[in-house]
T-cell receptor, first 112, second 114 residues
Framework: GAGVSQSPSNKVTEKGKDVELRCDPISGHTALYWYRQSLGQGLEFLIY????????KSGLPSDRFSAERTGGSVSTLTIQRTQQEDSAVYLCASSRTGTEQFFGPGTRLTVL | AQSVTQLDSQVPVFEEAPVELRCNYSSSVSVYLFWYVQYPNQGLQLLLKYLSGSTLVKGINGFEAEFNKSQTSFHLRKPSVHISDTAEYFC????????????FGQGTTLQVKP
C-alpha cells in the first residue's frame, strides 16, 4: 500500500515569506507526527496529532510554527515569516499503534 | 524526560566485518527503544524495536540489538556488513506510557569500505 507522502519535496523561499508543508499519512493511521532534521540540532520532535484530541505542540520552536490536521487525515505545517535557521528537512510520520512510526521522504526547506 | 546518546558519530568498517553502533539512553520511566536507518536523500526506515519481553531483538537486514536495562544501553550489531549498509543510523526512545513521540540520538554514520 501507499506510504506516507509529503509535498513539496523541495522548497526554496526568501526570508520573511510564509511556507506550507503538506503530509498525507497512511490511510487508517490515527497518529501523525512532525519532526525536523537539521545539521545543528539533529532530529527534533515538533508536534503530534492523535485522532480528535488536542495536539501536543510541545516541540514547536516558536509561535511562527503551527500545524493543523483536517478530517483526521492530511496535515499542514505552516511556518510564518521564515528565518534562515528554519532551513531543514521536515519529516512527517504516521502510526496506527504509536509503537511504530512510518516516515515520509521529507520536505527540504531552504530559506535564502 | 528522555534523552539518547549515540557514542560514535562515524564508524568506518570494512565489508564483511562485524559492527556495533552504540546507544545509551536516559529516562525516569519505562521506555520503548528503536533503531532507524536513513539512506542518502531518503526518509527514516525502522530497523528494529524493543517494546517488552526478550532483550535480544532481531530486525531487518540482519541487524540485531540488545536491551540492557542496568546499563541503559541498546547497542546495534551486525555480524557481517555489506557496502549497501552504508547509511546513517539513529537510536530513538519513547516513554512507554505516552504519545509515542520519539527522542532521537544525534546519529551514527556507518561507512562500509570495500
Amino acid at each position: 500500500g501507499a506510504g506516507v507522502s509529503q509535498s513539496p519535496s523541495n522548497k526554496v523561499t526568501e526570508k520573511g515569506k510564509d511556507v506550507e508543508l503538506r503530509c498525507d499519512p497512511i490511510s487508517g493511521h490515527t497518529a501523525l507526527y512532525w519532526y525536523r532534521q537539521s545539521l545543528g540540532q539533529g532530529l527534533e520532535f515538533l508536534i503530534y496529532f492523535q485522532g480528535n484530541s488536542a495536539p501536543d505542540k510541545s516541540g514547536l520552536p516558536s509561535d511562527r510554527f503551527s500545524a493543523e490536521r483536517t478530517g483526521g487525515s492530511v496535515s499542514t505545517l505552516t511556518i510564518q515569516r521564515t528565518q534562515q535557521e528554519d532551513s531543514a528537512v521536515y519529516l512527517c510520520a504516521s502510526s496506527r499503534t504509536g509503537t511504530e512510526q512510518f516516515f515520509g521522504p521529507g520536505t527540504r526547506l531552504t530559506v535564502l | 524526560a528522555q534523552s539518547v546518546t549515540q557514542l560514535d558519530s562515524q564508524v568506518p568498517v570494512f565489508e564483511e566485518a562485524p559492527v556495533e553502533l552504540r546507544c545509551n539512553y536516559s529516562s525516569s520511566v519505562s521506555v520503548y527503544l528503536f533503531w532507524y536507518v536513513q539512506y542518502p536523500n531518503q526518509g527514516l526506515q525502522l530497523l528494529l524495536k524493543y517494546l517488552s519481553g526478550s532483550t535480544l531483538v532481531k530486525g531487518i537486514n540482519g541487524f540485531e540489538a540488545e536491551f540492557n536495562k542496568s546499563q541503559t544501553s541498546f547497542h546495534l550489531r551486525k555480524p557481517s556488513v555489506h557496502i549497501s549498509d552504508t547509511a546513517e543510523y539513529f537510536c530513538a526512545v519513547s516513554g512507554s506510557g505516552n504519545t509515542g513521540k520519539l527522542i532521537f540520538g544525534q546519529g551514527t554514520t556507518l561507512q562500509v569500505k570495500p
